[in-house]
């Protein structure tokens, strides 16, 4: 699935919302605006899903499959870096031994602020 095929049914989640911004770098970023969207392995949310970090409340706006190599320095950016090559170090800095593919697939979940 693509981004643009985002009316096909999702798969089942393989994890929580609550689990999808763990790091304390990447909550500081969500929480400054910096960081607008998460790439995982798994799908952790569904769209309209509210996340909560310290107490602000994010909702869940897109939820979509995408590969590596499809990665713009805009994707990056959405993730609080400022290239694709920044954004594949920290990864690869996280997981250790994990292969950097273009054909690898991950699912991006899109979030804003919801003002209340």
């Given at each position: 699935?693509?981004?643009?095929e985002?009316?096909?049914?999702?798969p089942?989640?393989?994890?929580?919302?609550?689990?999808?911004?763990?790091?304390?770098?990447?909550?500081?970023?969500?929480?400054?605006g910096?960081?607008?969207?998460?790439?995982?392995?798994?799908?952790?949310?569904?769209?309209?899903?509210?996340?909560?970090?310290?107490?602000?409340?994010?909702?869940?706006?897109?939820?979509?499959s995408?590969?590596?190599?499809?990665?713009?320095?805009?994707?990056?950016?959405?993730?609080?870096?400022?290239?694709?090559?920044?954004?594949?170090?920290?990864i690869?800095?996280?997981h250790?031994?994990?292969?950097?593919?273009p054909?690898?697939?991950?699912?991006?979940?899109e979030?804003?602020l919801?003002?209340?």
């Amino acid at each position: 699935m693509t981004n643009h095929e985002e009316h096909q049914t999702l798969p089942p989640k393989t994890c929580s919302v609550e689990r999808l911004v763990t790091m304390k770098e990447d909550i500081k970023k969500v929480l400054n605006g910096r960081k607008t969207a998460t790439r995982r392995n798994g799908r952790y949310a569904d769209v309209g899903e509210i996340m909560v970090l310290e107490g602000k409340k994010f909702r869940i706006d897109r939820v979509y499959s995408q590969s590596l190599g499809e990665l713009t320095d805009d994707h990056a950016k959405q993730e609080g870096y400022k290239t694709v090559e920044e954004y594949k170090q920290a990864i690869l800095s996280y997981h250790p031994g994990m292969p950097w593919l273009p054909h690898m697939k991950v699912w991006v979940h899109e979030f804003c602020l919801i003002n209340e």
